[in-house]
């Protein structure tokens, strides 16, 4: 299987981007204000809770945290003795995601947008195994210091590499990353206030929308059997 070129491979990664950033706001806004991806947040919520003694918010931060680390886990065995780049093996571990995205999607659409505590932690675990696969998928598609669920590190490298070189081009990947981000919130927001039901759907959508480009690409870029053949001096 060949793999998508880098610029193709950057693409993906931003569409995974707003794919993150569309399910991290429907946690926030609708599951007690923990993030699927953004530990540092949830971190600083479990540390809130601790000093408050609100356990009901302690379990949302274990639930998110430790999904998010059982999703980060379970797609590294997928990728262990394997070199860095899009394959179908990559492929495979996308599909798991939007797996569960789909779930997150039709628990979400049959609460009518209204889980429940008890529901909604379901919900919350589920999006943040999603989100631990997608930064694994992301680390494996062999973008040097890509990322699509936690956003500081790109910011902070982004503006280094502008003050220690200014005369050298912009991060196209990183910024089209960081601008995805914001895309998938805002887009998320909007369905949330105009069709609840189907917010989910959006992330969803964005990332089966991935899988099936990258098939695209990889049929293009791999080389016909006729081509095989004369290469091999068989024609």
Avoid at 211 to 228: D, E, F, M, N
């Amino acid at each position: 299987m060949r793999e998508p070129s880098a610029r193709a491979t950057a693409w993906l990664l931003v569409a995974l981007t707003a794919a993150s950033g569309c399910v991290d706001v429907i946690c926030l806004t609708r599951l007690d204000g923990y993030f699927a991806s953004v530990i540092t947040g949830n971190l600083v919520n479990f540390g809130h809770a601790l000093a408050t003694a609100d356990g009901r918010s302690c379990t949302g931060a274990v639930v998110a945290v430790g999904g998010y680390a059982a999703g980060v886990a379970g797609a590294t065995v997928p990728f262990r003795r394997i070199p860095p780049g899009w394959n179908s093996r990559t492929a495979l571990v996308t599909a798991v995601e939007a797996v569960l995205l789909l779930g997150f999607t039709i628990g979400w659409w049959a609460t009518s947008a209204r889980p429940g505590y008890g529901l909604g932690l379901v919900l919350l675990a589920t999006a943040a195994v999603a989100s631990g696969i997608q930064s694994v998928i992301t680390v494996g598609a062999g973008v040097r210091g890509a990322s699509t669920t936690y956003l500081t590190g790109s910011l902070t490298t982004l503006v280094r590499r502008r003050v220690l070189d200014p005369h050298r081009f912009a991060d196209l990947g990183g910024i089209g990353r960081l601008a995805g981000l914001m895309v998938g919130a805002g887009l998320g927001t909007v369905v949330l206030r105009t069709a609840p039901t189907s917010a989910p759907a959006l992330a969803a959508a964005l990332v089966i929308g991935v899988i099936a480009v990258a098939v695209v690409l990889t049929r293009r870029a791999a080389p016909s059997p006729a081509a095989h053949s004369r290469a091999d001096g068989r024609d």
